[in-house]
């Protein structure tokens, strides 16, 4: 009997929120995106509206909905979305990963973040085959 172990490749849950906010990139202060489509206490999706770059830095100002706390955070481009795949959301989006947010943000966010669903998956999971071939060999 074969086991394949799936690759974990995310620190956090995302989960499927969209909101609006305002990411601007931190060398001209430009607005470059004002739509979030989902959130993690790490990270978030962003519909952008100018051209960014993977590892610029960006500033995010949000405020999750039903609550009235607003969060102000460093954070980088991690990826960006160039719509070419079918199952990309939107033309163009960005991964921004959280720099500077501290634990007590982070617990809100998860704590508010706690029972929405995450986005549906638009890709089959990964395999992590050499973790698949050591757990086939203790077998």
């Given at each position: 009997m074969t086991t394949l172990v799936f690759a974990s490749e995310r620190?956090?849950?995302?989960?499927?929120?969209?909101?609006?906010?305002?990411?601007?990139?931190?060398?001209?202060?430009?607005?470059?995106?004002?739509?979030?489509?989902?959130?993690?206490?790490?990270?978030?999706?962003?519909?952008l509206d100018d051209r960014v770059l993977t590892g610029e830095e960006v500033l995010v100002t949000f405020r999750l909905p039903k609550t009235r706390?607003?969060?102000?955070?460093?954070a980088t481009v991690a990826r960006v979305v160039h719509g070419r795949r079918p199952t990309d959301r939107g033309r163009r989006c960005a991964g921004i990963s959280f720099d500077a947010l501290d634990e007590?943000?982070?617990?809100?966010?998860?704590?508010?973040?706690?029972?929405?669903?995450?986005?549906?998956?638009?890709?089959?999971?990964?395999?992590?085959?050499?973790?698949?071939?050591a757990l086939a060999a203790l077998q």
């Open positions: 620190r956090a849950v995302r989960r499927a929120l969209r909101f609006h906010c305002q990411v601007v990139r931190e060398h001209d202060f430009r607005l470059v995106g004002h739509r979030a489509l989902d959130v993690s206490p790490e990270g978030m999706l962003v519909m706390r607003w969060f102000d955070v460093q007590d943000d982070r617990r809100r966010i998860r704590s508010t973040l706690h029972g929405v669903p995450p986005p549906l998956p638009a890709r089959e999971r990964r395999v992590d085959y050499a973790a698949s071939v």
